[in-house]
């Protein structure tokens, strides 16, 4: 593995979040969890994360709205945001990528796939 990552992981799912936390940090990386897109931006403005999963399909503020604020209120331009949703149609993934965001995974998530996304080049 390369060197470890600060993750922020976004997910309202709590048990989601924390399992996908868990992997990740097995995986070797520094591992940051939010459930909502307000506090998503909080932990994000002092964790400062290199990559970011973020959950789509979020009550109040959703991951499109959170990936954008993330972006121009956080100052996080160099962060590469993964999308993280059970919405997997090309539809879907267009939006995602008008959004700003790299990468579109579908839940459930593959572990090998994802650790292999997470030793990608920033």
Do not use: C, W
């Not at 999308?83 to 572990?111: I, M, N």
């Amino acid at each position: 593995m390369g060197s470890p990552r600060r993750i922020l992981i976004v997910d309202d799912n709590r048990d989601t979040a924390e399992a996908l936390a868990e992997l990740v940090r097995d995986f070797g990386h520094d591992v940051a969890t939010a459930h909502d897109g307000r506090s998503a931006l909080e932990i994000a403005a002092t964790h400062r994360p290199e990559v970011v999963l973020l959950d789509i399909g979020m009550p109040e503020m959703d991951g499109f709205e959170v990936a954008r604020r993330l972006r121009e209120e956080v100052g996080l331009q160099d962060a590469i945001l993964v999308a993280l949703t059970g919405y997997g149609e090309d539809r879907h993934r267009r939006l995602s990528r008008d959004a700003g965001f790299h990468h579109h995974v579908t839940k459930p998530v593959d572990a090998f796939k994802l650790e292999e996304l997470l030793k990608l080049p920033l």
